[in-house]
T-cell receptor, first 114, second 110 residues
Framework: DTGVSQNPRHKITKRGQNVTFRCDPI?????LYWYRQTLGQGPEFLTY????????KSRLLSDRFSAERPKGSFSTLEIQRTEQGDSAMYLC????????????FGSGTQLSVL | GQNIDQPTEMTATEGAIVQINCTYQ??????LFWYQQHAGEAPTFLSY????GLEEKGRFSSFLSRSKGYSYLLLKELQMKDSASYLC???????????FGTGTKLQVIP
């Protein structure tokens, strides 16, 4: 078990292009979170899955953002028609429901929109 | 919704003790986390409080008062490597979503 894995580590794209990020959680974890973080800020909640069900999505998130977790294992986050304001670190975290349910984070995907 | 407040920055001296406060407002409180994040790295877990009181773990302790909507992280015997951002996070609501504050950037000076 190598922890939470995110790909790619870095993504540079032109404004208007679509991008997709992947997150592989710790294998037995049933909960998966996506966050966005900009410099000097805390992680901003985007969306949250329990198994394959998307339980909540941030009201601040536009319709250009969509996430899936089709088999309750890995997850993808897609951003359509990227804008410069989408430039940020996108973090994925997973946890196991039960005891203290601490979140384990991946190293993130740094997105730069030119 | 949730509201989490932490000081933006703090400075403390190597070997000293520092207390980082977090106040919050939420409905459906389930628990409160503290995470450490070094620059350019992912957050790492420090503590999780569900019940009122102090939990000690080595040089780090975390306190919770649910009635006051208040928590603090206490760092003892500060080391230079403790320079990092410290994030307070709430688990709350029916779906137990985890929401982070903006973080407190701690600088440890010699």
């Amino acid at each position: 078990d190598t922890g939470v894995s995110q790909n790619p580590r870095h993504k540079i794209t032109k404004r208007g292009q679509n991008v997709t990020f992947r997150c592989d959680p710790i294998s037995e974890h049933n909960r998966l979170y996506w966050y966005r973080q900009t410099l000097g800020q805390g992680p901003e909640f985007l969306t949250y899955f329990q198994n394959e069900a998307q339980l909540e999505k941030s009201r601040l998130l536009s319709d250009r953002f969509s996430a899936e977790r089709p088999k309750g294992s890995f997850s993808t986050l897609e951003i359509q028609r990227t804008e410069q304001g989408d430039s940020a670190m996108y973090l994925c975290a997973s946890s196991l429901s039960g005891s203290n349910e601490k979140l384990f984070f991946g190293s993130g995907t740094q997105l730069s929109v030119l | 919704g949730q509201n989490i407040d932490q000081p933006t920055e703090m400075t403390a001296t190597e070997g000293a003790i520092v207390q980082i406060n977090c106040t919050y407002q939420t409905s459906g409180f389930n628990g409160l986390f503290w995470y450490q994040q070094h620059a350019g790295e992912a957050p790492t877990f420090l503590s999780y409080n569900v019940l009122d009181g102090l939990e000690e773990k080595g040089r780090f302790s975390s306190f919770l008062s649910r009635s006051k909507g208040y928590s603090y992280l206490l760092l003892k015997e500060l080391q230079m490597k403790d320079s990092a951002s410290y994030l307070c996070a709430l688990r709350s609501g029916g779906y137990q979503k985890v929401t982070f504050g903006t973080g407190t950037k701690l600088q440890v000076i010699p």
